[in-house]
């Protein structure tokens, strides 16, 4: 991944997603990590714990499960708040769900989540 990557935030979540179903969660999260730092204010925890939900996935792709769930209840908590009205279609329930699923129960292998709802992929 370039060190100076700049999407708008629908062209990286597309991007994060094509790389979580790559079983890249890693890169996913430089993208991600990228809009978080470039967001605004009151975006900007949001991105962060996508972020953060991609570095869990990271760590429970590389057997640290006391990482991975530690991450990912962070991730949970700071992406909660935004619930009820996420931006950009994001799954914001669904990511809050499965990420505490995960930090209960880690899982081995590529492990599938959706960034965005699926209506909103049917939008386009």
């Known amino acids: 991944m370039p060190d100076d990557i700049d999407m708008p935030p629908q062209e990286a979540l597309a991007e994060a997603q094509r790389l979580l179903d790559a079983d890249r969660p890693f890169h996913a999260h430089e993208v991600l990590e ?6 605004s204010e009151p975006e900007r925890e949001l991105w962060r714990g996508l972020a953060q939900v ?10 640290n499960a006391r990482g991975a769930e530690a991450l ?5 908590e700071r992406i909660v708040p935004y619930q009820d009205a996420p931006p950009y279609g994001i799954d914001v329930r669904g990511i809050v769900q499965r990420a ?17 709802s699926p209506d909103t992929e049917q939008r386009g």
């Not at 990912?72 to 949970?76: G, H, P, T, V």
């Not at 129960?105 to 959706?114: K, S, T, V, W």
Request: proline share 5%; no cysteine.
């Open 34 to 39: 990228a809009v978080w730092k470039a967001a």
């Open 100 to 116: 505490r699923g995960l930090a209960k129960e880690p899982q081995d292998g590529p492990i599938a989540l959706r960034l965005t």
């Open 72 to 76: 990912l209840n962070r991730a949970a």
């Open 54 to 63: 991609a570095v869990g996935v990271t760590h429970l792709r590389r057997g």
